[in-house]
């Protein structure tokens, strides 16, 4: 099995080495899976895990204070699942997963999603802070919940650019070297066995957006995508990546017989020529070949691939 994986794209952190281990770690146990579809959950499953990236445990703090979780899923054969906007889900993967293979639809949200994930054990009690975040949050002084014009005027500066990291432009880092802001550490992986390809991203979205706000993670060929041809998985200012459909653009050039590596930079050039924000992508073709690309200052990947395009 073929897995490449991603951290996030945004800024660069000080000590990466915790974080590529993990990474490293996430993609030596989606290899030992049978199935692509099941080495994308692996990987992702312990990105999901750790608290040192932007989904499942350290996600993200919506504006009414709580972590929503979003993951979407696709195959070569053109199945979908993705699963929106769930608080309490660690493994988001694993709810995109259910929609995929359980039910006639492609996408849930909200309270429908953590219902189907309960009624399939997976678990929809987690505690999805961390350490990080709930020091971050309570430096945070939102206007009331149901005050939803003050809620929108507090956040509106946040949006309209790139995750970055540090929205308040205060620069500050945290110290296990994540971004302070805690929303550019997105995760996803694309897997091959030679035969068939999926790619995943899962997210906790982005920090102190308006409660219910669903990125580009959980929608068809804007944070994920895949074909015959290989698979994406984008990360980076949301609302800018569903303007362009950025995974999806990579794997057309793919399709239209760009190696992998040139496919990424194509697509994140054109992202960037269209949008003027920041993001990242990492392909992987039907041969397991691998390639990355993004115009943040980095990006930490994790790559078991037949060939580094690159
Ligand atoms: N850092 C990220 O990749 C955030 C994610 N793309 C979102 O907008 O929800």
């Known amino acids: ?68 979780t979003d993951a979407g899923v696709m195959t070569s054969d053109r199945r979908v699942g993705a699963a929106s906007s769930m608080p309490g889900v660690e493994h988001a993967s694993e709810v995109a997963r259910l929609v995929l293979e359980e039910t006639p639809h492609v996408c849930l949200s909200g309270v429908h999603a953590v219902d189907l994930a309960d009624a399939y054990d997976v678990a929809v009690d987690a505690d999805l802070w961390s350490e990080r975040t709930r020091e971050q949050w309570a430096d945070e002084e939102p206007p009331a919940r149901d005050d939803i014009r003050a809620q929108l005027e507090w956040l509106r500066d946040d949006f309209g650019g790139a995750p970055e990291g540090d929205s308040s432009g205060d620069g500050t880092e945290s110290t296990d070297g994540s971004d302070a802001h805690h929303e550019s550490d997105t995760v996803g992986a694309v897997a091959t066995d030679g035969e068939t390809v999926a790619a995943l991203t899962s997210t906790g979205g982005r920090w102190r957006a308006l409660a219910g706000r669903v990125g580009d993670v959980p929608q068809v060929g804007s944070g994920f995508f895949c074909t015959h041809a290989g698979g994406a998985s984008a990360t980076g200012a949301g609302e800018d990546i569903v303007r362009v459909t950025l995974a999806r653009r990579a794997v057309d050039h793919l399709e239209l017989g760009r190696d992998a590596q040139s496919a990424a930079e194509l697509a994140i050039e054109e992202f960037e020529d269209i949008t003027e924000s920041s993001a990242g992508v990492v392909v992987m073709d039907a041969e397991g070949r691998a390639g990355s690309a993004f115009n943040s200052d980095a990006m930490q990947t994790g790559r078991h691939a037949s060939e580094d395009t690159e």
């Open 1 to 68: 099995m073929y897995v490449i994986a991603h951290g996030g794209a945004g800024s660069a952190i000080e000590d990466p080495e915790p974080r590529q281990a993990v990474l490293d770690e996430a993609v030596a146990a989606g290899r030992d899976e049978q199935t692509p579809l099941d080495a994308v959950v692996e990987t992702v499953r312990v990105l999901e895990s750790s608290p040192r990236f932007n989904a499942g445990v350290g996600g993200s703090v919506q504006s009414d204070g709580v972590v929503r």
